[in-house]
């Protein structure tokens, strides 16, 4: 296994787990910093392909291709959660792995997600575990309507759930949640009457360094963010015990990377937590324009051992991601002053409410 006890010097090369958007923006902060970036996934021509130094492109059950990936890298990390856990779990005895198997395993599963939650004293919404209709039952009695089925496992962007209403036959429910879930696991959730819903991202390295970023808006359009708004509009006391919960999370996690904490604030100024995930996030994209540390390269600083940046605001912000064929008004994005256009180099023609890419409007202060 390669040595990772201090940083990485330029020229080695990082391995990235998974493809998609989130990895092709880390391999272009590495390339700045003097890193190769190694990409493994199930897709050729994938967005992290195209601007990676290496590809591999095989299943995440392939120990032989894992195993020479994990033979031509220094260290390895993912863009997103939904990796089989047995595939981090061969890599992380050949190769370094930040942030580890047990964080990915607390973040890939909801129930374990709200279980480390409520055991580091952290609130979050009312929630009850179903395995089955009988089971769903219970949980929805418990929870009481209206509610949120969610799948355990691979539920992202509104895949995988179903809002249970007063008249809603649970039957119906249950098979609809199955019809995305990778296994006979659900969990209820009471629907939580929030006034503002927000995100916080901390990094955090081997050394135990923390750094935030400012708490941002996010404002969802058929259950996919559609804007995040920087900064959050919230009071001082607010934003410091939602900076403080995040910090807090990626210390009991012993996390060395990036995580991101969706929350709920309620009309009574609860701060409640709604997802976990350890990777850079949609709702921090902004920061690739209008930080001194992007997002990006923070996540990088982390996984390679270097100092974290700063995570200083330069400017107010609304990242407005680009859905579907959205992303066809490019050439307009690019006239207006003051904006900042992302592309991901997704295959056209674009499934509807699929991510192709952001546009970044600066807001001077």
């Given at each position: 296994?390669?040595?990772?006890?201090?940083?990485?010097?330029p020229g080695a090369t990082i391995g990235i787990l998974g493809s998609g958007q989130l990895g092709r923006m880390a391999a272009l902060a590495a390339a700045r910093l003097g890193y190769r970036c190694h990409v493994y996934g199930p897709e050729a021509d994938a967005p992290a392909n195209q601007v990676s130094a290496a590809a591999t492109v095989a299943p995440y059950d392939d120990v032989a291709a894992l195993t020479r990936f994990a033979e031509s890298v220094d260290v390895v990390t993912f863009e997103f959660e939904?990796?089989?856990?047995?595939?981090?779990?061969?890599?992380?005895?050949?190769?370094?792995?930040?942030?580890?198997?047990?964080?990915?395993?607390?973040?890939?599963?909801?129930?374990?997600?709200?279980?480390?939650?409520?055991?580091?004293?952290?609130?979050?919404?009312?929630?009850?575990?179903?395995?089955?209709?009988?089971?769903?039952?219970?949980?929805?009695?418990?929870?009481?309507?209206?509610?949120?089925?969610?799948?355990?496992?691979?539920?992202?962007?509104?895949?995988?759930?179903?809002?249970?209403?007063?008249?809603?036959?649970?039957?119906?429910?249950?098979?609809?949640?199955?019809?995305?879930?990778?296994?006979?696991?659900?969990?209820?959730?009471?629907?939580?009457?929030?006034?503002?819903?927000?995100?916080?991202?901390?990094?955090?390295?081997?050394?135990?360094?923390?750094?935030?970023?400012?708490?941002?808006?996010?404002?969802?359009?058929?259950?996919?963010?559609?804007?995040?708004?920087?900064?959050?509009?919230?009071?001082?006391?607010?934003?410091?015990?939602?900076?403080?919960?995040?910090?807090?999370?990626?210390?009991?996690?012993?996390?060395?990377?990036?995580?991101?904490?969706?929350?709920?604030?309620?009309?009574?100024?609860?701060?409640?937590?709604?997802?976990?995930?350890?990777?850079?996030?949609?709702?921090?994209?902004?920061?690739?324009?209008?930080?001194?540390?992007?997002?990006?390269?923070?996540?990088?600083?982390?996984?390679?051992?270097?100092?974290?940046?700063?995570?200083?605001?330069?400017?107010?912000?609304?990242?407005?991601?680009?859905?579907?064929?959205?992303?066809?008004?490019?050439?307009?994005?690019?006239?207006?002053?003051?904006?900042?256009?992302?592309?991901?180099?997704?295959?056209?023609?674009?499934?509807?409410?699929?991510?192709?890419?952001?546009?970044?409007?600066?807001?001077?202060?």
């Amino acid at each position: 296994m390669p040595d990772l006890s201090g940083p990485l010097p330029p020229g080695a090369t990082i391995g990235i787990l998974g493809s998609g958007q989130l990895g092709r923006m880390a391999a272009l902060a590495a390339a700045r910093l003097g890193y190769r970036c190694h990409v493994y996934g199930p897709e050729a021509d994938a967005p992290a392909n195209q601007v990676s130094a290496a590809a591999t492109v095989a299943p995440y059950d392939d120990v032989a291709a894992l195993t020479r990936f994990a033979e031509s890298v220094d260290v390895v990390t993912f863009e997103f959660e939904n990796i089989p856990l047995a595939t981090v779990e061969v890599l992380e005895k050949l190769a370094p792995l930040r942030p580890g198997a047990a964080v990915l395993s607390i973040c890939q599963h909801r129930l374990r997600e709200k279980e480390f939650c409520n055991g580091v004293s952290v609130p979050t919404t009312a929630y009850r575990a179903a395995a089955d209709v009988e089971s769903l039952q219970r949980a929805v009695e418990a929870v009481g309507r209206p509610c949120i089925l969610k799948s355990a496992e691979l539920g992202y962007d509104g895949k995988g759930q179903v809002r249970i209403d007063h008249e809603t036959d649970l039957e119906a429910a249950w098979a609809a949640m199955r019809g995305h879930a990778a296994e006979a696991t659900g969990i209820v959730e009471a629907i939580v009457p929030f006034r503002i819903e927000i995100s916080v991202i901390v990094a955090r390295s081997a050394d135990g360094s923390l750094r935030t970023y400012v708490p941002v808006e996010n404002r969802h359009r058929d259950h996919v963010l559609d804007e995040t708004i920087v900064p959050a509009n919230l009071p001082a006391d607010l934003t410091d015990r939602a900076e403080a919960t995040a910090r807090h999370l990626a210390k009991e996690m012993g996390l060395v990377g990036l995580l991101a904490v969706e929350m709920f604030v309620t009309h009574d100024d609860k701060v409640l937590v709604n997802e976990l995930a350890p990777r850079p996030h949609n709702s921090g994209h902004w920061t690739l324009d209008a930080c001194i540390t992007s997002q990006f390269e923070q996540f990088i600083r982390a996984v390679a051992g270097l100092p974290l940046g700063s995570t200083e605001r330069l400017c107010d912000a609304v990242m407005k991601n680009l859905l579907g064929d959205e992303a066809d008004d490019w050439l307009k994005i690019l006239a207006e002053p003051g904006s900042k256009l992302h592309l991901y180099g997704k295959a056209a023609p674009p499934r509807p409410g699929r991510k192709m890419g952001h546009v970044t409007r600066l807001i001077r202060r």
